[in-house]
């Protein structure tokens, strides 16, 4: 197979190891802390997780190994959206299960959860994962979003690791993954299967993190990613001064990667979804919003700008959310094809003013044409609309073009605006990983491999100290449980890893919100060009501005 140049130089990089695992496997002890208590419901989670709830958060540090001598069969497994960085975390893996014990064994279960519940898997071998190091993608064994929750498959995978001898599996996945590898864990213990479960934090959307998890891999590469692209726009737009560019960016509910993206790029606009949730806006308040600054701009001469959307911003919308859920009642069950069969646009159209609420019918009126027949056409197999696939990037547009036309007639502007409109998403998720991200998922996939041999279940495999340079990264684990508060999923309630939204009392929010007035109007744009692999570490391997503001620095 033909290997591109960058990734010939890429499967030689040596990732950085936080300094208290590069002594060599002999020399890695533990010291355990104090023992944990989840952040709410205490009882309530305790009473879940007889056998692993309280357990100690646990360092590594430089020490005579105490670990015991037992031979590993280790099985690994990719959750849910690429990451960049996920090959290193399996990597990181190998590395130290072979350094421990050259008869050690690395099972990779295929596409996904799924590979462990069919049975489906390859074993590692050194030609065979020399070839993804330090490479993007999740392609080495594959990816897949069944969700690991039932007491039935749990019986199936301790059926298949009871077959091939497995003593471990890490699962490496976001909040939902590795809620689910925590009940994992309790079962395997409850059921003395003698199989120990660690789980590693990924997701771009940056929303698995909180006081123990400094950020979730991936969301480094992304972000830089989007930002190289957003930047260049940017200065296409400063150069040809003729558009608005509309940039919808990947991350789910969550604004980090929108907000991460602002701060590496400053923009004219960047949307919040928890901020328009907290201020409860409406659509036609953000496209005031908008105009706003499209109008100031314009008055100075600048009919061109930026404008960075979230994925998820549509949801947070009250009115927006009301409106989908009207949809979704509109057309349960037999109605939805009593809607299919009618011929024309304005007959469905007729239908759904006769279904809708006076206020929801208001909402949807004023969305683009384009927007309406989305809503009712881009359904999920239980029929509920897909809020993530709304086009909310050229949403927005229209609805700002509609205030400026108002505007116009009014008297009160007179510029021009065209818009532009583009989607990042899939372009960041599997790039080749920032140097951070190989080095984070590296030491996320060795320090998984410590705490197997060293005994520990249902913990999360944790790095910290992140944006400090390598060496002065702290190795440890933490209980999945301390993480965790019991939420409503589904009509039930859940012990669940607590998502974290963009919190609007955090420092990256802050700056954001101290400097975006100045940004609107004026051009001040920065380009942050595109990831650097090579050259020096103050380009190379620093991380977000999201975590340099949360650490303060
Ligand atoms: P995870 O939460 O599984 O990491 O997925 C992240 C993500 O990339 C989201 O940002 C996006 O909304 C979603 O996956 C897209 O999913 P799909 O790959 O199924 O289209």
Redesign the pocket.
């Known amino acids: 197979m033909k290997i591109s140049p960058l990734q010939t130089e890429r499967l030689k990089y040596a990732p950085k190891l936080p300094g208290m695992l590069r002594h060599g496997i002999s020399e890695i002890c533990v010291k355990e802390g104090e023992a944990t208590q989840s952040v709410a419901d205490q009882e309530k989670i305790q009473a879940l997780f007889p056998n692993t709830y309280g357990k100690k958060e646990i360092t590594f540090e430089k020490g005579a190994n105490t670990s015991a001598a037992k031979k590993q069969v280790v099985g690994v497994i990719l959750?849910?959206?690429?990451?960049p960085g996920g090959h290193n975390v399996v990597c990181g893996l190998y590395d130290a299960l072979k350094a421990t014990n050259s008869e050690n064994v690395l099972y990779g279960f295929k596409n996904g959860p799924s590979g462990l519940i069919d049975d489906d898997y390859l074993i590692f071998d050194d030609e065979y994962i020399d070839q993804f190091r330090n490479t993007g993608g999740f392609d080495i064994i594959g990816s897949g979003?069944t969700k690991l929750e039932t007491e039935e498959q749990f019986k199936v995978a301790a059926e298949v690791c009871k077959k091939h001898g497995i003593t471990a599996i890490v699962i490496i996945?976001?909040d939902d993954s590795n809620t689910n590898a925590a009940v994992l864990a309790e079962y395997f213990a409850a059921h003395e299967t003698g199989v120990q479960v660690i789980g590693c934090p990924?997701?771009?959307?940056g929303d698995l993190k909180n006081e123990d998890i400094e950020c979730s891999f991936?969301f480094d590469t992304a972000t830089k990613t989007y930002s190289e692209l957003v930047g260049n726009i940017e200065r296409d737009a400063n150069s040809a001064k003729k558009y608005w560019h509309f940039i919808k960016v990947?991350?789910?509910s969550a604004s980090h990667?929108a907000l991460e993206a602002a701060l590496e790029t400053q923009p004219n606009i960047c949307l919040i979804s928890e901020e328009v949730a907290a201020k409860k806006m409406s659509l036609s308040q953000i496209a005031d919003y908008i105009a706003d600054a499209v109008e100031k701009r314009a008055a100075r001469g600048m009919n061109f700008g930026v404008a960075i959307i979230p994925?998820g911003v549509v949801e947070f919308v009250p009115e927006f959310s009301v409106l989908i859920g009207e949809i979704n009642e509109l057309l349960a069950g037999a109605k939805a094809e009593e809607f299919n069969k009618l011929p024309a646009w304005k007959d469905k159209y007729a239908f759904i003013e006769k279904g809708l609420t006076k206020e929801s019918m208001a909402v949807f009126a004023i969305l683009p044409e384009s927007i309406q027949q989305q809503l009712f056409l881009e359904r999920d197999p239980h029929g509920n609309v897909q809020v993530?696939l709304i086009e909310s990037e050229k949403l927005f547009s229209a609805l700002v073009k509609a205030k400026l036309d108002e505007r116009k007639k009014a008297g009160t502007y007179k510029g021009k605006f065209s818009a532009q409109h583009h989607f990042f998403?899939?372009e960041g998720?599997c790039a080749f990983p920032s140097n951070f991200d190989a080095d984070y998922c590296y030491s996320l996939g060795y320090n998984a491999f410590m705490l197997i041999q060293y005994g520990y279940t249902g913990y999360l495999s944790k790095i910290s100290n992140l944006s400090r340079p390598a060496d002065e990264w702290i190795a440890g684990g933490m209980p999945i449980t301390k993480m965790m508060n019991m939420e409503r999923r589904h009509g039930e309630d859940k012990p669940v890893i607590r998502k974290a939204l963009v919190e609007l009392d955090g420092k990256p929010f802050k700056y954001f919100e101290a400097h975006r007035e100045t940004w609107a109007v004026e051009t001040a744009y920065t380009y942050p060009g595109a990831i650097q692999y090579y050259g020096p570490a103050s380009v190379c391997d620093i991380t977000t501005r999201t975590l340099a503001l949360e650490k303060g620095e």
């Open positions: 959750s849910g959206g690429q990451a979003r996945g976001g990924k997701t771009i959307d991936g990947m991350g789910r990667v994925e993530s998403g899939y998720r």
